[in-house]
């Protein structure tokens, strides 16, 4: 059973930042595009950003220029830097793993990543 496993959610007010991170199998980490979801409280889940094994990054509109994507191949961990944070980005934020589908291309598609995370709260207060 493959596990992806988030960190560094928590609370935080308006204007700061959080990290996440999302620790992978090395086999799932060099292999397949990945990517964060969130799901706001009362709200569908929603795509955040994706990294495809390319290297081809993606951003919803409503975080584009506020958060960044990256992963560091030798600890096999996925992060997403969100700064300036708004209320509106509250949510259970969840990593997510594709091995057959191109990242990039999965929400245009509209497939489900095979692999998730359990989630991590990220609370935004005023």
């Known amino acids: 059973q493959v596990q992806l496993v988030e960190s560094g959610g928590g609370s935080v007010q308006a204007g700061g930042s959080l990290k996440l991170s999302c620790v992978a199998p090395?086999?799932?980490?060099?292999?397949?595009?990945m990517g964060w979801y969130r799901q706001p409280p009362g709200k569908e889940r929603e795509l955040v950003s994706t990294?495809?094994?390319?290297?081809?990054?993606t951003y919803s509109d409503s975080v584009k220029g506020r958060f960044a994507i990256s992963q560091d191949n030798v600890k096999n961990t996925l992060y997403l830097q969100m700064n300036t944070l708004k209320t509106e980005d509250t949510a259970v934020y969840y990593c997510?793993?594709?091995?057959?589908?191109?990242?990039?291309?999965?929400?245009?598609?509209?497939?489900?990543?095979?692999?998730w995370g359990q989630g991590t709260q990220v609370t935004v207060s005023s």
């Open positions: 090395k086999h799932i980490f060099s292999s397949c595009g």
């Open positions: 997510a793993a594709e091995c057959v589908v191109r990242m990039a291309d999965i929400q245009a598609l509209g497939i489900d990543p095979r692999y």
């Open positions: 990294i495809s094994v390319d290297g081809t990054t």
